[in-house]
Every structure is written in C-alpha cells, then in structure tokens.
C-alpha cells in the first residue's frame, strides 16, 4: 500500500508544480504521511485518517504564514493623484465627441476629459477634479 500513497503523493506534488494556490502541497505530505503509516499498518481507515489529518493540520497551521509571502500584489505607487484639485491650462480642445483634449497642469501634459461632457476651448483654465484611467476629468473654472 505504501506505493499507491507515494503515487498519490507524486500527483499531489506534481499538481501543486501547476498551480499556484499553494495547496496541494500540503496534501502531497499527508500522503507521505499516510506512507509512513502504511509500514506499520494494513488497515486503510487508519491511513486515510492519518492522511486526512495531517492535510487538514497542515493547511490550517502554515495557510496563514504562507500568504503573507505569497498573495502578496506589488503596490505601485504613484504621484498621479497629486493632481486633482490643481489648476491646468487647455493646450488642445477638450472634445467630449472624440474623445479628444489635452491639459498642461504644471510641466506635465495630460489627456482630459470634460467632467460635465462638454466641449472646452483652448486656453481655457480648468480645474481636475478626477483621474479616469490615463485621462484627467477637469471642469471649467
């Protein structure tokens, strides 16, 4: 019996090798587990037990201590949101038909958007009041 949980171990391995949710691992070691006890015993029950316990502690105890390192996202951090709320001068007319427009909100040049969906002039002063994806959404002051 004891290859049979070394084979089921071998797929649980292989399995965790092709995902990345980290969690038949801990399965691929109650089947070694279950290994271990098939030396000294024949009756299925108790292997099974031993292996289903060993999985269940397992997961429970490193689940936690394991995703703090791996569900971890990268946090990029941005200075874009600095510019709501800032003055900006309309270098390109803001047309909200297609989806045309240019701001200059310091030394930087924008794409924008009209908030209230109408059309604005060059050389007009106009305030961002939000950030749309890559577009500043600005109103007319």
Do not use: R
């Not at 569900?71 to 949101?81: E, H």
Request: glycine content about 6%.
């Amino acid at each position: 019996m004891w290859s049979i949980w070394l084979i089921i171990a071998g797929i649980f391995f292989i399995g965790e090798i092709m995902t990345v949710g980290f969690l038949l691992f801990w399965f691929g070691f109650g089947s070694l587990a279950a290994m271990i006890v098939s030396f000294f015993t024949t009756n299925i029950i108790i292997q099974t037990t031993v292996f289903l316990i060993i999985s269940v502690l397992l997961l429970l105890i490193t689940k936690p201590f394991v995703k703090k390192f791996v569900d971890k996202k990268p946090t990029v951090i941005t200075n874009a949101y600095n510019i709501i709320g800032k003055k900006a001068i309309v270098l390109e007319d803001i047309d909200p038909i297609q989806s045309k427009g240019l701001v200059k909100i310091g030394t930087e040049t924008w794409s924008a958007e009209s908030e209230a969906d109408e059309k604005i002039s060059k050389d007009t002063e106009v305030e961002v009041t939000a950030i749309k994806g890559v577009k500043a959404v600005v109103k007319t002051l």
